[in-house]
Structures are given as structure tokens and as C-alpha cells.
């Protein structure tokens, strides 16, 4: 069993900047891919970004420029720095893990998720 533990969200006006941690601990066995996603009031979850374990990324086109997926293999830390927020950021943030090597952008393919930390940017 893997647990995943979101930290980092808040309420930030927009234009600023949020900095989001997920930490991984329990029987976790390399190689593995790690993704943020979202879910705003009233829709469904989706994808943000996805880092692989050599680190090779892919983003969604409503974020590429503006957030920064990374990780720490040896804390078993995964980030996602958020810049330029806006009002249509605001979302519960969830991050999950996918055993395997490459990166993931379908929800289907993780196999952990974490609880989620909440992102609210005020317009």
C-alpha cells in the first residue's frame, strides 16, 4: 500500500504563486510516474501535469507556462509550483502515483491517489 499526502494549498489572489507538495511513503517500488489533477465545484477531475522517473514531463494546455512539475526520487516528494494563478485554477488538487516507467495522463492509469488540498485564487 501506497499513501499520498497533498500539502501546500491555500488562498492566494490572482496573479500570485502557490507551491504544492505530495509525499509518498509506504511499499513504494521504482520505477514510478507521479501526476497532479484537479477538481473544481460541479466537474469532473482532470488532468494537470505528469512527471516521469527520470523526469521527463507533459502538462495540460490550460497550465503549460505556468506551472512546474517536479520531483525529489530520494524524499519521495513530488511538486507542483503554480504561478500566474487565475480564478479558474480554483480546484481541489490531487496527486497520484503510477507504478511503470514514462508518464501518465489518463486517471485510469494511477494506481494510488492522495486525500487532495484545496486551491481557491480570488479574483
Known amino acids: 500500500q501506497v499513501q499520498l499526502v497533498e500539502s501546500g494549498g491555500g488562498l492566494v489572489q490572482a496573479g500570485g504563486s502557490l507551491r504544492l507538495s505530495c509525499a509518498a511513503s509506504?511499499?513504494?517500488?521504482?520505477?514510478?510516474?507521479m501526476g497532479w489533477f484537479r477538481q473544481a465545484p460541479g466537474k469532473e477531475r482532470e488532468f494537470v501535469a505528469t512527471i516521469s522517473w527520470t523526469g521527463g514531463t507533459s502538462y495540460a494546455d490550460s497550465v503549460k507556462g505556468r506551472f512546474t512539475i517536479s520531483r525529489d526520487n530520494a524524499k519521495g516528494t513530488v511538486y507542483l509550483q503554480m504561478n500566474s494563478l487565475k480564478p479558474e485554477d480554483t480546484a481541489v488538487y490531487y496527486c497520484?502515483?503510477?507504478?511503470?516507467?514514462?508518464?501518465?495522463?489518463?486517471?485510469?492509469?494511477?494506481?494510488?491517489w492522495g486525500q487532495g488540498t484545496q486551491v481557491t485564487v480570488s479574483s
Open positions: 497520484a502515483c503510477a507504478y511503470g516507467s514514462g508518464w501518465h495522463i489518463r486517471l485510469s492509469e494511477y494506481d494510488y
Open positions: 509506504g511499499r513504494t517500488f521504482s520505477p514510478y510516474a
